[in-house]
């Protein structure tokens, strides 16, 4: 029998050098992200033990390493790699849902923020 837990890491913060234009690259600029995967962590849950589920520090590591590491032009390019980082890294993620926002786009306009999410399933 298995049990699906839903963990979700909500607005995590990291300044990073995201973006097309140049300014982008050298001013940079806070990024939020929120981290969603699915477990089958019932046998964790039973023992009350970290075998069989995801430590949180440690995927907040992954996820800062990727955001606050190499430049990416595009927002999509970034969740695409959280997710992927968080699925190499985590062979108990069955889903994994990824969310970033970018409030200080370049935008001529009047707005919270850009928001990008992505979602991918271990094969």
Do not use: W
Not at 50 to 76: D, K, N, P
Not at 84 to 97: A, Q, V, W
């Amino acid at each position: 029998m298995s049990r699906i837990f839903t963990i979700t890491l909500q607005n995590c913060a990291f300044f990073a050098h995201h973006g097309v234009f140049p300014e982008e690259g050298v001013l940079g600029q806070r990024f939020f992200v929120d981290a969603e995967f699915d477990v089958d962590a019932l046998e964790a849950a039973e023992t009350d033990t970290l075998g069989g589920t995801v430590h949180y520090g440690i995927a907040f590591e992954v996820i800062q390493e990727i955001v606050t590491g190499s430049r990416r032009q595009l927002v999509e390019a970034l969740a695409l790699a959280i997710a992927r980082g968080l699925l190499d890294r985590f062979p108990e993620i069955l889903r994994c849902r990824i969310t970033v926002r970018k409030p200080s786009a370049p935008i001529a306009g009047i707005l919270d923020h850009v928001q990008v999410s992505v979602e991918q399933f271990r094969a």
